[in-house]
């Protein structure tokens, strides 16, 4: 219903089918987020993996089938993009490094970027920074590395790194 955004199941077919499951099991979910047909971009956004899955083979083949979605040609079956970004919190360091072997590089980071309401109660993680004077003191703030892969970027070089990721 909102063409900015596409949310894509995780099936592990490495896992036996079972009568719940006939292609293998739900590994967790991956989406494109802020997704823009006139700029030919999207952000990779809400990856969701679930426990049984985090630290395998899951996450890095998922953000690989995502990226040769988005850069391969529309007659090819793709999107034809020309741009992905990729946001991830600073004290995020697994998202950081899963975007890096997928060939993305660092833009920046954003400041004070995202403020989480209450964030302390509700077990957020926040950048471990003194808060601005006057705010309430149970909300957290976090900081956002803002990073990159350009269709060029994955002509020469990022779509063979990322095959080589998806391949260990």
């Known amino acids: 219903s909102n063409p900015e955004s596409f949310a894509f199941a995780i099936i592990d077919k490495t ?3 079972s009568a719940e499951d006939p292609e293998g099991e739900l590994a ?3 989406s494109f987020i802020r997704t823009s047909p006139t700029n030919l971009c999207t952000e990779i956004g809400f990856i969701v993996i679930l426990p049984p899955y985090q630290r395998t083979h899951v ?3 998922a953000v690989g089938l995502a990226l040769q979605l ?8 793709g999107l034809g993009l020309r741009r992905v970004h990729w946001s991830a919190s600073t004290m995020n360091l697994a998202s ?10 660092k833009i920046g980071i ?3 970027h995202m403020r989480f309401v209450k ?10 920074r ?9 909300d957290l703030w976090r900081d956002t590395l803002s990073l990159g892969l350009a269709w060029d970027q994955w002509e020469n070089g990022a779509r063979e790194r990322a095959a080589k990721a998806m391949e260990r």
């Open 15 to 17: 896992r036996p089918p």
């Open 28 to 30: 967790g979910t991956v």
């Open 59 to 61: 996450a890095t083949n």
């Open 70 to 77: 988005a850069f391969k040609f529309p007659e090819n079956g």
């Open 96 to 105: 950081a490094r899963l975007a890096q072997r997928m060939g993305f590089e």
């Open 110 to 112: 954003i400041p004070w």
């Open 119 to 128: 964030g302390k109660i509700n077990g957020k993680v926040g950048h471990g």
């Open 130 to 138: 003194e808060l601005p004077p006057g705010g309430d003191p149970e």
